[in-house]
């Protein structure tokens, strides 16, 4: 086979092009600190890529997962024992004021201190954390336990003989929707 200086100079400038074109790729991928700038460079790394990104992202997530549900349950526990702190004082009132030698002052001032710890331990109940009421159930409407005030024109309770309705709190939130495979669910109780 004959090989003329024409096909020579034909075969130098393909290299030369060649070249050129790998020179300018790893000046794209060195300036762009890239390995691949575009899908079409590499698609099958492009999708290892986009999977790790995808991972990584997901890593992230759980990792403010749990943080979230650290912080909620660090709350909870803190609000579970201040209302255990509030119920074992209006129980120590409750047991105190049974005994049949206080004097009626004693067991007033008794009985305002026991409102006084219902009024915290609703407080407790309204406790949030992230903007979400603990104890709501699942429903971030509104707060979980609300005053309220007695019908136009009751008289007020004096102890005697309890009222029908008192005024006091109930629960505003909706009990918890969900139901357990197997089980009738239970109609919800009322406040």
Known sequence: MRVTNQTMMHSAQRSLQTNLVRLAD????????????????????????MR?????????QYGRNI????????????????SKRILDRANDLTLRA????????????????????????????NMT????????????????????SPSPGAAPWSGVSPPTRPSGWTRTAPPCSAAVPGRAARPPSSP
């Open 52 to 60: 790790v990104r995808a991972d990584l992202r997901a890593n992230e």
């Open 26 to 49: 790893l000046q794209d991928k060195g300036s762009g600190q890239r390995a691949i700038s575009r899908p079409s460079d590499d698609p099958a790394a492009t999708a290892d890529s």
């Open 98 to 125: 049974s005994n049949g030698s206080m004097s009626q002052n004693a067991r007033e001032a008794t009985a305002i201190e026991i409102e006084s710890l219902r009024g915290e331990l609703a407080s407790q109940a």
């Open 67 to 82: 943080t979230n549900g650290e912080g909620w349950l660090t709350q909870l526990e803190s609000t579970m024992g201040e």
């Open 129 to 148: 954390y992230g903007g979400r009421f603990l104890f709501a159930g699942n429903s971030d409407a509104g707060s979980a336990w609300a005053r309220i």
